[in-house]
């Protein structure tokens, strides 16, 4: 079974510019999140979607936002790009909502890095 | 401010040792407590725990939780180079799903 995909894997923009990444849940995964993983830290907690609605959203500013399509895959979009925003963003998947006794599945992420 | 502490926050040890990684954490409506190990990229799960004093254990990692004291620990036995990581621990809370990780502690097993 595939796991978790994540496109592009590399991506340099400049700043002011506008992304979009793109994530796959695995099949039958209802739940996507979306990380931030600055190097050198942890990934911190961006969103929450399911069942294409937003159920969690983390200390980051409106130029942040997500969405979730009816097959279950996710796009984060960064508007107004900041050289801050270089990172790793990493999208994970879970069958259900309640994260209480299941593990969240990690992609390989998106490096993004910001001129 | 909720906030989860990993130490140390590097490791470098010789193959067939024993290490430890601590993680403490202080958040608001804990659920559970988890710990990922991070090669290259995807973080990929090791544990879960969300009961006190019950060790879980898989092959020579083991980890175990004391909700009491508010920490965790992870430990690895006979070491092997592939051990080679970053080890990242997370506590869930309750609100939002929301999971904070702690910074990681990079663990270095030479030969």
């Known amino acids: 079974d595939a796991g978790v995909t994540q496109s592009p894997t590399h991506l340099i923009k400049t700043r002011g510019q506008q992304v979009t990444l793109r994530c796959s849940p695995i099949?039958?995964?209802?739940?996507v999140s979306w990380y931030q993983q600055v190097l050198g830290q942890g990934p911190q907690f961006i969103f929450q979607?399911?069942?294409?609605?937003?159920?969690g959203r983390g200390n980051f500013p409106d130029r942040f936002s997500a969405r979730q399509f009816p097959n279950y895959s996710s796009e984060l979009n960064v508007n107004a790009l900041l050289l801050g925003d270089s990172a790793l963003y990493l999208c994970?998947?879970?069958?259900?909502?309640?994260?209480?006794?299941?593990?969240?599945?990690f992609g390989d992420g998106t490096r993004l890095s910001i001129l | 401010e909720d906030k989860v502490v990993q130490s140390p926050l590097s490791l470098v040890v010789h193959e067939g040792d024993t290490v430890t990684l601590n993680c403490s954490y202080e958040?608001?409506?804990?659920?559970?407590l988890l710990w990922y190990k991070q090669e290259k990229k995807a973080p990929t799960f090791l544990f879960m725990l969300?009961?006190?004093?019950i060790e879980k254990k898989s092959g020579r990692l083991s980890s175990i939780l004391d909700k009491k004291e508010l920490f965790s620990i992870l430990n690895i036995t006979a070491t092997q180079t592939g051990d080679s990581a970053i080890y990242l621990c997370a506590a869930r809370v309750v609100a939002g799903n929301q999971f904070y990780f702690g910074t990681g502690t990079s663990l270095t097993v030479i030969p």
């Open positions: 099949s039958g995964h209802k739940s």
């Open positions: 979607y399911y069942e294409k609605e937003e159920r």
């Open positions: 994970a998947s879970s069958l259900f909502l309640d994260l209480s006794n299941q593990p969240q599945h």
């Open positions: 969300t009961s006190s004093g």
């Open positions: 958040v608001t409506n804990f659920r559970s």
